[in-house]
């Protein structure tokens, strides 16, 4: 992949301070991220929920070791996988990172596929009630007892909006929105009216989402996957619950764990286990797709990854 542009050397040219690379998963962000990172004097900053955890490098597609020396990484892998991680935790984290960025003259490049932090970024996320001690125990006993798609249905009831972008099988962010609405007197989708400090300035900040062919993004996804088999995935999820046990709430949630689990206790075969995760990655991609469609604005330049001579120096101007 090559990546032309005419920004100059400095991190920092009098035009962009950052740059936000969003897009589905397998899209090639990071690979977009670190070409931009070592042309530009930058650094990869993570956006993207679930590689902010420690102990699944492979399944949540991490940087490598080496990728890791090429260019400075941040907020990926610092997160006990038992610790509960909230956009809101995000987004105190990645003001000092990119504080510390701007210190250091290095171009803050954020990559990821979880919206609600670039929202963070940009100012569009609400200071959100805080949820007394019993209420959070409320709601977490009953995603035990009942499950999340049970309590998802009981979201949609409430509010409708925030229950029709939360996948039914995502239990930490169904109990979130309901103990959130519980504690705030209102529904979620009321209590999210974006107006909350952006940390980049958007004017001076380079936003694009990649929009890959669908039919190439689903092989890449196919690609990808066994590409993580081949580098030790299933011993990965073996590792990770003799260590964590059930962190299913948190990094378990990760596309792989729980097919792999099965091959592992002998529930299913590792061709079966494939074939699932492949299909939770593909539906997956094209929920992020949804969300980013629907919830980011015309300043978010829409790019097909097969053409990447796109980001010359005009593309890459802020607008």
């Not at 936000?20 to 042309?39: C, D, F, H, V, Y």
């Not at 990655?281 to 919830?295: G, I, L, M, N």
Request: aromatic residues 6%; hydrophobic residues 40%.
């Amino acid at each position: 992949m090559r990546v032309a542009t005419n920004m100059g050397n400095g991190p920092m040219n009098g035009e962009v301070e950052a740059i936000l690379i969003a897009g589905p998963t397998a899209s090639g962000k990071s690979q977009l991220a670190m070409e931009l990172a070592e042309r530009h004097r930058g650094a990869v900053v993570n956006a993207d929920s679930l590689q902010v955890y420690d102990g699944l490098e492979i399944l949540t597609a991490r940087p490598s070791k080496s990728e890791l020396e090429r260019v400075p990484h941040r907020l990926y892998g610092h997160v006990d996988p038992h610790v509960a991680y909230s956009a809101g935790t995000y987004r105190r984290e990645v003001e000092a990172v990119i504080a510390d960025l701007r210190q250091k003259e290095l171009m803050p490049i954020v990559c990821g596929g979880t919206g609600l932090y670039f929202k963070a970024l940009l100012g569009h996320l609400d200071e959100m009630p805080d949820v007394p001690a019993d209420v959070r125990t409320k709601w977490r006993e009953r995603l035990a007892r009942d499950g999340p798609e049970a309590l998802h249905g009981l979201l949609g009831e409430q509010d409708p909006q925030t229950a029709e972008r939360l996948d039914p099988r995502d239990g930490q962010r169904i109990v979130r929105a309901l103990e959130i609405a519980e504690a705030g007197g209102q529904p979620l989708s009321r209590l999210q009216k974006g107006g909350g400090e952006a940390i980049v300035d958007p004017a001076r900040t380079r936003m694009l989402v990649l929009t890959p062919d669908r039919a190439t993004l689903r092989q890449r996804i196919a690609k990808r996957f066994d590409v993580m088999l081949e580098r030790g995935a299933i011993d990965e999820v073996a590792r990770f619950r003799k260590r964590h046990g059930t962190a299913a709430s948190t990094a378990g949630k990760a596309i792989g764990v729980a097919e792999l689990s099965e091959v592992l206790h002998g529930l299913s075969t590792l061709e079966t286990a494939r074939e699932r995760a492949i299909a939770r990655s593909r539906q997956y991609a094209k929920r992020q797709e949804t969300w980013f469609r629907h919830q980011f604005d015309a300043r978010w330049r829409r790019v097909d990854p097969a053409n990447f001579s796109i980001f010359d120096g005009s593309a890459l101007r802020a607008q």
